[in-house]
């Protein structure tokens, strides 16, 4: 499912080799990725101005994709998130879903899957 090159998604998890794995299945789908290595790194440089969606793992160092979640709600608009996680109960998916994201996705993450969400999330925020 190929995508148009000014999508853009960021790719929010502490472990380089996930967030690389990710941005090499994603570019060859037609996306364009930034990758955060915190929620605070991505928050303070305002990475959610600059993308069409927003895939991020809940347990990280710092803030977690929950807690960065509930700090982009306050915000006036910010683009869909996608939370993945391998640690992932019952209590963790309603947290995410109640502070805002629109898919939960668990580790490791299945790419078509993702692409579908992708998709949607992005066609939605854009209004297409």
Same mark, same amino acid.
């Given at each position: 499912? $190929?995508?148009?090159?000014?999508?853009?998604? $960021?790719?929010?998890?502490?472990?380089?080799?996930?967030?690389?794995?990710? +941005?090499?299945?994603?570019?060859? $789908?037609?996306?364009?990725?930034?990758?955060?290595?915190?929620?605070?790194?991505?928050?303070?440089?305002?990475?959610?101005?600059?993308?069409?969606?927003?895939? $991020?793992d809940v347990r990280m160092p710092g803030m977690s994709?929950?807690?960065?979640?509930?700090?982009?709600?306050?915000?006036?608009?910010?683009?869909?998130?996608?939370?993945?996680?391998?640690?992932?109960?019952?209590?963790?998916?309603?947290?995410?879903?109640?502070?805002?994201?629109?898919?939960?996705? +668990?580790?490791?993450?299945?790419?078509?899957?993702?692409?579908?969400?992708?998709?949607?999330?992005?066609? +939605?925020?854009?209004?297409?």
């Amino acid at each position: 499912m $190929a995508s148009s090159p000014n999508k853009i998604v $960021a790719v929010i998890d502490d472990h380089r080799y996930l967030r690389e794995s990710l +941005k090499d299945l994603l570019e060859a $789908a037609g996306y364009e990725c930034e990758l955060y290595e915190s929620a605070e790194t991505f928050l303070t440089g305002r990475g959610y101005s600059l993308v069409d969606c927003i895939l $991020a793992d809940v347990r990280m160092p710092g803030m977690s994709g929950v807690e960065m979640l509930q700090a982009l709600s306050r915000m006036p608009s910010h683009p869909p998130v996608i939370i993945m996680t391998a640690h992932g109960d019952k209590d963790v998916e309603a947290a995410v879903f109640q502070a805002g994201a629109i898919a939960f996705l +668990k580790k490791p993450v299945n790419a078509d899957l993702l692409m579908s969400w992708l998709e949607r999330a992005i066609s +939605k925020y854009r209004g297409s």
